[in-house]
């Protein structure tokens, strides 16, 4: 079955960097668009960024553009996003999904920008 493991949070002071991963398997991760989410505490699943397939087209929320990067290993099998100059509202569970699949669910992984 799919499965997708998301790594990689932790607290963060303002202004610094996350790299988070997500292990996928279970399906042709190498034909398949993926994408991260997020949700922040007591608000509903936010769209973060997308990538296609084979990694040539990404797109990025307006509130990460410039500041956070997707990017794939497709003989890893594994999804990243690096996040610079993190800010607090930035805080949230951070989740991976396969592109059109809103069924997928992984455990997330946190997040927490603070001072």
């Known amino acids: 079955q799919v499965q997708l493991v998301e790594s990689g949070g932790d607290l963060v002071q303002p202004g610094g960097s996350l790299r988070l991963s997500c292990a996928a398997s279970?399906?042709?991760?190498?034909?398949?668009?993926m994408r991260w989410l997020r949700q922040a505490p007591g608000k509903g699943l936010e769209w973060v960024s997308s990538i296609s397939n084979g990694g040539s087209t990404t797109r990025y929320a307006d509130s990460v553009k410039g500041r956070f990067t997707i990017s794939r290993d497709n003989f890893k099998n594994t999804l990243y996003l690096q996040m610079n100059n993190l800010k607090p509202e930035d805080t949230a569970v951070y989740y991976c999904k396969r592109t059109g699949y809103d069924a997928d669910r992984g455990q997330g992984t946190q997040v927490i920008v603070s001072s």
């Open positions: 279970g399906f042709t991760f190498s034909v398949t668009g």
